[in-house]
């Protein structure tokens, strides 16, 4: 075919030969047109080029395009396009040379037909242009409008709209077949049938300016000689809520800058009137309603030609939104900053060549350092050990997460020490592109649990199940074998890249028969959430094991959190214990989403109602017990509110949709119940959670269940 896909939805599809042009004000602009442009030609089997100059840098460039290319690495790899800054090819050896960038592109070409791509697909940006080459430039550009005809080639060409004058920008038109500018927030196309079109531009230079100024996105503000304005664009009016006429003539400072920055306008005015510009300025602006907006000004000034300044012209962008999230974010890392630095796990952020970027405090006095010695150091120069390199490099090469229960280390400066114990994650956090950009290392010390579970293990047995219960990975299997019950379970996370979060789930055994069943919700998210979800799971097991009464563990888990945690972190948990003998589950439930149990004989739903507050939140709260009895065919349903806070516009899940689920799936095997659950809510929120979910079935066998799997 002879037409070509632009990728540009304002031009469509055109012909080989096509020679066209962009004005462009912000790298948006750019970014917005050539990497459709360059998408288009590498899916159209075209080699491509792209010339950069400022504002855009080549790597800027390349990070644009593999936003939209999720492939770009292949066609980098085999060679189909070429990003490359201006001065390696507009001005080799300091010098434009229209005659070798003309050879050049032919080469190129013929060069890519030979490899068997359809032709040549390019753009420069001409931002490098000074005035001496402006002449050079001008007739190499004619030349190229006379004879691309007689090529496979499409050549666009970018303008920087700060760098024109009306007269520059009717000679660009000109000598091209078209142009693409952003007019009222979208772009369009002025298409030039005849040369003659771009004189008119000239005359028209006043009005075209107008338009620019009133068509940007950007505030413009020009202020005369003594700081009076004399032009407002429209973005001004709909940020201020003052039309042109009524800001007109007035002093910039006195109508918009608010008290305390009066001063500090003035002098920035002061310095541009003195011929010190161009300069940078973020402050506030006072609108018409009384509200501060954030604006982050440039501003240069006009001189006429004895140097004195006549007009001074501010550019500015909002940033009241950029501003208040780089506030938000501040606090957040605050906030988790405190939380890892009063927790007793070890936690250490390093990069995928495992260099230590931060620790906090406890992984510092684990080793009796302070945790400014660990920064820019190897955690394998400190800690060398050889099956520990493995490990740590799979995780990096394939982005999964890696547990590990009651690992062994001797620290290598304090050999007197002995080997000590630890329960330890290595978790991967990945960047837009879905590589291992860093890693979390936590590790919790269970050195002596093992030790008294190693000695003490005919006479303190109990201490041997605390141990071996804080040796459990932070999401732990359900696979057990569990006499007239069958268990299955599944954690969720919202984002791809939050391997975990609050929501967790928890299995373990209590003795030959009886079985405990948990599942809780801790406030927060991120790492600050995971790392408190780690302490409270690690200590319910060590209370459930110390006694046989719910109420009485919860109890114990309040206290602690109370003590121990932050006054604003809390969790909800429910914790049931499972006599598999006599078929019934006593519980308690501290503020938790009330389970679900199905009556199969009586064919239907009851929930287990909450029987205290939320661990955490208040010292010396009580824990009320209930028992209930499971019988063949019966199933308890526990879940986390990400799966009733599933949404469609304003219909949420909810227990009842949770409850219809079971009911209708109760005959299922218990894996197929936990689809069947997933899959709904996933379904109601259009294919994806807005929180992370846990879920976990237990069914009391039938004499079918026990013979036949769904």
């Not at 060069?111 to 359809?118: E, I, N, S």
């Not at 906090?360 to 820019?376: I, L, M, Q, V």
């Not at 719910?550 to 914790?575: D, K, S, W």
């Amino acid at each position: 075919m002879n037409d070509r896909k632009t990728g540009i939805d304002v031009i469509g599809d055109v012909p080989w030969s096509t020679h066209f042009c962009q004005f462009y004000k912000t790298k948006q602009d750019l970014t917005d047109i050539l990497v459709p442009y360059f998408k288009a030609g590498l899916e159209s089997n075209e080699f491509c080029m792209w010339v950069t100059s400022e504002p855009l840098t080549v790597d800027e460039a390349e990070s644009a395009l593999r936003d939209a290319i999720p492939d770009l690495d292949d066609y980098l790899l085999r060679g189909q396009i070429d990003i490359l800054p201006y001065i390696e090819w507009y001005l080799k050896e300091g010098v434009f040379n229209e005659q070798r960038v003309l050879d050049g592109w032919v080469d190129k070409l013929n060069q890519a037909l030979a490899k068997g791509y359809d032709g040549l697909r390019l753009s420069g940006n001409t931002f490098w242009l000074e005035e001496a080459h402006w002449a050079d430039f001008a007739a190499y550009e004619a030349t190229v409008n006379s004879v691309i005809g007689s090529y496979r080639m499409l050549a666009l060409c970018t303008y920087s709209l700060d760098k024109c004058g009306a007269s520059e920008i009717a000679e660009v038109v000109g000598n091209h077949q078209f142009a693409l500018i952003m007019r009222e927030g979208k772009w369009g196309v002025i298409e030039i049938p005849e040369y003659t079109q771009a004189k008119e531009l000239i005359r028209k230079e006043r009005d075209f300016i107008s338009a620019v100024l009133d068509t940007a996105g950007c505030l413009v503000v020009v202020l005369d000689s003594e700081g009076r304005i004399v032009r407002f664009n429209c973005a001004c009016e709909q940020t201020t809520g003052c039309s042109s006429d009524q800001v007109k003539n007035r002093y910039f400072w006195d109508l918009f800058a608010i008290p305390e920055e009066a001063e500090a306008v003035r002098a920035v005015f002061a310095e541009l009137q003195a011929g010190r510009f161009p300069s940078n300025f973020d402050g506030y602006w006072t609108t018409r309603d009384g509200n501060r907006r954030v604006i982050s000004w440039s501003n240069t000034a006009i001189q006429d030609s004895s140097g004195t300044v006549g007009h001074v012209i501010a550019t500015g962008i909002e940033i009241t939104e950029r501003k208040r999230a780089e506030e938000a974010l501040r606090q957040t890392e605050q906030l988790l900053e405190t939380a890892l630095e009063h927790t007793h796990m070890l936690v250490a952020y390093m990069d995928p060549q495992f260099n230590f970027i931060w620790v906090n405090r406890a992984y510092a006095a684990a080793d009796e350092k302070e945790p400014s010695f660990f920064p820019g150091k190897n955690h394998f120069v400190l800690y060398p050990n050889a099956e520990n390199v493995e490990l740590f490099q799979r995780v990096v090469e394939t982005s999964q997460p890696y547990f590990a229960s009651a690992k062994p280390f001797e620290y290598p400066e304090h050999p007197g020490r002995g080997a000590s114990y630890w329960d330890w994650s290595l978790v991967p956090i990945k960047d837009a592109g879905g590589k291992v950009a860093a890693l979390v290392l936590t590790l919790a010390n269970i050195t002596d649990h093992v030790r008294a579970a190693q000695q003490l293990r005919d006479s303190y047995e109990r201490e041997r199940r605390i141990a071996e219960t804080l040796q459990k990975s932070l999401l732990p299997s359900v696979e057990v074998e569990v006499e007239g019950f069958s268990l299955a379970a599944r954690y969720r996370a919202a984002l791809e890249e939050a391997e975990v979060g609050g929501d967790f789930y928890d299995v373990f055994r209590l003795g030959d028969r009886r079985l405990a069943l948990v599942i809780g919700d801790v406030s927060g998210k991120g790492l600050g959430a995971a790392v408190h979800t780690a302490m409270a799971r690690y200590m319910l097991r060590a209370y459930a094991h110390e006694s046989a009464e719910p109420g009485r563990v919860l109890q114990q888990l309040n206290e602690a959190m109370c003590t121990h945690v932050p006054e604003e972190l809390f969790v909800t948990i429910f914790y049931g214990v499972l006599d598999t003998a006599a078929r019934t589950l006593t519980y308690a439930n501290a503020g938790h989403d009330e389970p679900l149990l199905y009556d199969c004989e009586g064919g239907c739903t009851a929930r287990l109602e909450v029987t205290g507050p939320a661990s955490g939140v208040i010292p010396g709260g009580a824990y009320a017990e209930r028992t209930i009895e499971l019988s063949p065919g019966d199933v308890l349903l526990l879940y986390t509110d990400g799966i009733t806070d599933a949404r469609s516009g304003l219909h949420f899940f909810g227990i009842d949709g949770l409850a219809e689920i079971l009911a209708a799936n109760s005959s299922r095997s218990e894996s197929c119940i936990v689809d069947a659950v997933y899959q709904a809510a996933i379904e109601l929120g259009e294919g994806d959670l807005g929180d992370d979910a846990a879920v976990l079935v237990l069914k009391a066998k039938t004499l079918r269940d026990s013979g036949s799997a769904d």
